[in-house]
């Protein structure tokens, strides 16, 4: 079993900043796809990055400039996401999630452990 927190949302302006985190406990988080997605009421869970258990892969929406770029530290059993040129339209729950797979998946119904997600909110 891995514990996931999410840490770091809150209100932004447009065209502002935020960084991520997720803190893992539990099982070997080395050995675990991460996986970033969120949540707009109304709105389906979307994909928006993920890495190889390694780090040495990420993804990203193909249909996304890139905005967002994950990044994980094993030693810490930690994962970011940084985000730049924040929108309204970003404004959403976020979550991060791991994977037993260790290549990471775009869709959010292989994941295995889930946090509990950090409201990140983008004022126009």
């Known amino acids: 079993q891995v514990q996931l927190v999410e840490s770091g949302g809150g209100l932004v302006q447009t065209g502002g900043s935020l960084r991520l985190s997720c803190a893992a406990s539990?099982?070997?988080?080395?050995?675990?796809?991460m996986g970033w997605f969120r949540q707009a009421p109304g709105k389906e869970r979307e994909f928006v990055a993920a890495?190889?258990?390694?780090?040495?892969?990420?993804y990203y929406p193909s249909s996304a400039k890139r905005q967002f770029t994950i990044s994980r530290d094993n030693a810490k059993n930690t994962m970011w996401l940084q985000m730049d040129s924040l929108k309204p339209e970003d404004t959403a729950v976020y979550y991060c999630a791991a994977n037993r797979d260790p290549l990471g998946s775009a869709w959010y119904k292989e994941y295995d452990y889930w946090g509990q997600g950090t409201q990140v909110t983008v004022s126009s």
């Open positions: 539990g099982r070997a988080f080395s050995a675990y796809a």
């Open positions: 890495i190889s258990a390694s780090g040495d892969r990420t």
